[in-house]
Each structure stands twice: as structure tokens, then as C-alpha cells.
């Protein structure tokens, strides 16, 4: 079973930065293409940014130019530069693999204060 654990949420001023991290626990990671998804209260989870087992990317719109997606494949972990943070960008990020089937990680905390 593969399982994902996130790092690196915390709290950040406006215009402030935050690089998160994601663990993957299998070698299936090489393949897998790696997603971020975040969960504001009250919404529902919205796509964020992904990136192929080939290094190919795409981002939402709310998050391009300011947020870069990448992954280290000999450590098995995919990260989430996030620069000129909002306040909108509060929320809670998840980690997802796909590669047939798909995992979830337990999501970790964002606030940007203003």
C-alpha cells in the first residue's frame, strides 16, 4: 500500500513563501504522476498543480507564476514551492499518486495572513 505523508504547511505573512513536501513510500513513485490539491473551509478540494513521471507539469490558474511543482524521484518525494502567498491560498494541501490506482496523503495545514 503506498502511503504519502506531507510537510512543510505553516503559518506565512501575505507575499511570504513555503515549500512543501510529499514522501512516497514505494518505488512506484518513478511512474506515478504526482498532483497537489488543496481544501479551503466551506470548499471543495480544488486541483493545484501536477507533474508527469516524465517531469511534464500543469498548474491551476489561480497558482501559475507563483507556484512551482517538482519531484526528486531518487528520494521519492515531490514539492510544492509556493512564493507570493494570498490569503486566498489558505488551506489544506494534499499530495496525490497516480498510476492506475491512485493514494491521498493526510494533508497539511496552509494560513497566509494578511
Known amino acids: 500500500q503506498v502511503q504519502l505523508v506531507e510537510s512543510g504547511g505553516g503559518l506565512v505573512q501575505a507575499g511570504g513563501s513555503l515549500k512543501l513536501s510529499c514522501a512516497a513510500s514505494?518505488?512506484?513513485?518513478?511512474?506515478?504522476?504526482m498532483e497537489w490539491y488543496r481544501q479551503a473551509p466551506g470548499k471543495q478540494r480544488e486541483f493545484v498543480a501536477k507533474i508527469t513521471g516524465g517531469g511534464s507539469t500543469n498548474y491551476a490558474d489561480s497558482v501559475k507564476g507563483r507556484f512551482t511543482i517538482s519531484r526528486e524521484n531518487a528520494k521519492n518525494s515531490v514539492y510544492l514551492q509556493m512564493n507570493s502567498l494570498k490569503p486566498d491560498d489558505t488551506a489544506v494541501y494534499y499530495c496525490?499518486?497516480?498510476?492506475?490506482?491512485?493514494?491521498w496523503g493526510q494533508g497539511t495545514q496552509v494560513t497566509v495572513s494578511s
Open positions: 514505494r518505488i512506484i513513485f518513478v511512474i506515478a504522476t
Open positions: 496525490r499518486a497516480v498510476w492506475g490506482s491512485d493514494a
